[in-house]
């Protein structure tokens, strides 16, 4: 491995540019506090080590390769090969596995950053990760070798997922469904414009929502085990809301026993929130599956009641759970982005049941009463409302410490919760109004943020 010189090497943009050693506090480094200047934040080592062990080791390469073959004067000039193609040796799996735990790793406990020792024995989980971890690589450092190395890594995750299918023990384990979880992420990641912007993931995330039909959940399981089935529900909510699918029955029975277990007590409120949604989004399908009104007529009396239980919800929630969005204040709690996320659900919620509202209305009246007209008003505002409060805290979904921490998020899971959360408001709101207003958050970056920028817009055509 790579000897780091200097330390200061992964400090801020700001302090490598002025050849200053970065003492590399957080949410922003000394020097830059002193001087005034936005921190944009710290390098990851993996990066660091990536980058200047292929430019190193390229660099002996091409030295040795000028010493002992000569050049043809008749010769074609080679394509540019990747550092990858050239130096097998290289640990690129390892380097990979190190890349999604700190990164994409959703079972990490919370606030911790997890790094496992690479197993010395084979897991079916492996290909799935290594999959994720050389992909993002591949488009973070726009290596096409990468990409295909990732490729051939998902190849093997699929194969190995297949199999494990069709077997009831595999079928019973979280890993089966973590794996194919991660198929997901990787589809997002790689997602080219061959193919329609969200049918990977969603193809994968409807295959994980059938695993975990056979997922057994242990008395007294763990709570960073409920917190990741949690994350993995919700998203498997709102895969359904984009395809204009009922979110299953069992899904939310899972949950609501994970939650009566030893560990998802201190989760229960999380459980509570999810029924909600998921009532919702099969609100919303139901709206438009249906040609008989006093259907229509009911399914305005269960948004409004719905839209009550998510009231009273609001009342049950823990007190150090802050909404940093209304409050402009960190929440008093390790991780924060993922608390982030239950808030922009919670807005979410807000806007389904009141689009439910409006969407019935319109089907029910070609002209409205005072009261009626009232109501459609009140539903138009609370939309209009929350929606603009789910895009304040795309900051905070991104990772920052906080809604004013403007340094420069990577390409983490946080993108993919992200991207389903901007897709699924898609699906209720005019697209080119998502657009819009992400491109509005996203210009506080600044340039170091283009790559994972277009990556997610280009997830929204």
Same mark, same amino acid.
């Given at each position: 491995?790579?000897?780091?010189?200097?330390?200061?090497?992964?400090?801020?943009?700001?302090?490598?540019?002025?050849?200053?050693?970065?003492? =590399?506090?957080?949410?922003?480094?000394?020097?830059? !506090?002193?001087?005034?200047?936005?921190?944009?934040?710290?390098?990851?080592?993996?990066?660091?080590?990536?980058?200047?062990?292929?430019?190193?080791?390229?660099?002996?390469y091409h030295t040795a390769e000028s010493k002992v073959i000569p050049q043809s004067r008749h010769s074609q000039p080679s394509r540019p090969s990747s550092p990858t193609a050239i130096i097998p040796r290289l640990p690129l799996e390892e380097i990979a596995w190190w890349y999604y735990f700190e990164n994409f790793n959703i079972m990490r406990p919370s606030g911790a950053s997890v790094h496992r020792p690479y197993p010395s024995?084979?897991?079916?989980?492996?290909?799935?990760?290594?999959?994720?971890?050389?992909?993002?690589?591949?488009?973070?450092?726009?290596?096409?070798?990468?990409?295909?190395?990732?490729?051939?890594?998902?190849?093997?995750?699929?194969?190995?997922?297949?199999?494990?299918?069709?077997?009831?023990?595999?079928?019973?384990?979280?890993?089966?469904?973590?794996?194919?979880?991660?198929?997901?992420?990787? =589809?997002?990641?790689? /997602?080219?414009?061959?193919?329609?912007?969200?049918?990977?993931?969603?193809?994968?995330?409807?295959?994980?929502?059938?695993?975990?039909?056979?997922?057994?959940?242990?008395?007294?399981?763990?709570?960073?085990?409920?917190?990741?089935?949690?994350?993995?529900?919700?998203?498997?909510?709102?895969?359904?809301?984009?395809?204009?699918?009922?979110?299953?029955?069992?899904?939310?029975?899972?949950?609501? /026993?994970?939650? +009566?277990?030893?560990?998802?007590?201190?989760?229960?409120?999380?459980?509570?929130?999810?029924?909600?949604?998921?009532?919702?989004? $099969?609100?919303?399908?139901?709206?438009?599956?249906?040609?008989?009104?006093?259907? +229509?007529?009911?399914?305005? +009396?269960?948004?409004? $009641?719905? /839209?009550?239980?998510?009231?009273?919800?609001?009342?049950?929630?823990?007190?150090?759970?802050?909404?940093?969005?209304?409050?402009?204040?960190?929440?008093?709690?390790?991780?924060?982005?993922?608390?982030?996320?239950?808030?922009?659900?919670?807005?979410?919620?807000?806007?389904?049941?009141?689009?439910?509202?409006?969407? +019935?209305?319109?089907?029910?009246?070609?002209?409205?009463?005072?009261?009626?007209?009232?109501?459609? =008003?009140?539903s138009l505002t609370v939309v209009s409302q929350a929606s603009q409060e789910l895009y304040t805290g795309v900051p905070a979904l991104l990772g920052a410490s906080h809604i004013a921490n403007r340094s420069t998020p990577g390409l983490t899971s946080n993108v993919f919760f992200l991207i389903t959360v901007l897709q699924a408001m898609g699906s209720l709101t005019a697209k080119k109004k998502v657009v819009e207003n992400w491109?509005?958050?996203?210009? !506080?970056?600044?340039?170091?943020?283009?790559?994972?920028? $277009?990556?997610?817009?280009?997830?929204? $055509?």
């Open positions: 491995m790579m000897r780091i010189r200097n330390p200061g090497r992964l400090g801020c943009k700001n302090c490598r540019t002025r050849r200053i050693k970065c003492n =590399e506090l957080r949410p922003r480094c000394s020097q830059c !506090a002193r001087a005034g200047l936005t921190c944009s934040g710290y390098r990851n080592p993996v990066d660091l080590i990536f980058r200047d062990q292929t430019s190193c080791i390229t660099r002996k024995q084979p897991s079916p989980v492996i290909p799935s990760v290594a999959a994720v971890g050389l992909a993002a690589l591949a488009v973070v450092h726009s290596d096409p070798h990468l990409m295909q190395l990732a490729r051939q890594k998902y190849s093997s995750a699929l194969r190995i997922l297949v199999r494990a299918i069709s077997h009831p023990d595999e079928l019973r384990q979280g890993r089966t469904a973590l794996s194919s979880f991660n198929l997901s992420m990787f =589809e997002m990641i790689v /997602y080219d414009n061959f193919h329609p912007a969200s049918h990977g993931w969603l193809r994968h995330m409807h295959g994980t929502t059938a695993l975990l039909r056979s997922l057994e959940l242990t008395e007294g399981a763990p709570t960073v085990e409920i917190r990741t089935l949690l994350q993995i529900a919700y998203t498997a909510a709102l895969a359904c809301l984009i395809s204009g699918l009922h979110v299953p029955r069992y899904l939310v029975e899972l949950l609501q /026993y994970g939650g +009566n277990t030893k560990g998802g007590e201190l989760l229960l409120p999380l459980t509570d929130l999810f029924t909600i949604l998921c009532k919702l989004v $099969n609100l919303h399908r139901a709206t438009f599956c249906t040609n008989d009104t006093v259907r +229509n007529h009911q399914f305005i +009396n269960t948004a409004l $009641n719905t /839209y009550q239980d998510l009231e009273s919800w609001i009342t049950s929630i823990p007190v150090w759970w802050i909404d940093p969005i209304r409050t402009g204040q960190a929440p008093r709690i390790d991780d924060e982005c993922w608390i982030m996320r239950v808030w922009v659900y919670y807005r979410l919620c807000r806007i389904l049941a009141h689009k439910a509202i409006l969407d +019935n209305m319109d089907i029910l009246y070609s002209s409205r009463s005072i009261s009626q007209q009232h109501q459609y =008003e009140e491109s509005q958050s996203a210009r !506080a970056y600044g340039k170091d943020f283009e790559v994972v920028q $277009n990556l997610i817009l280009s997830r929204l $055509n």
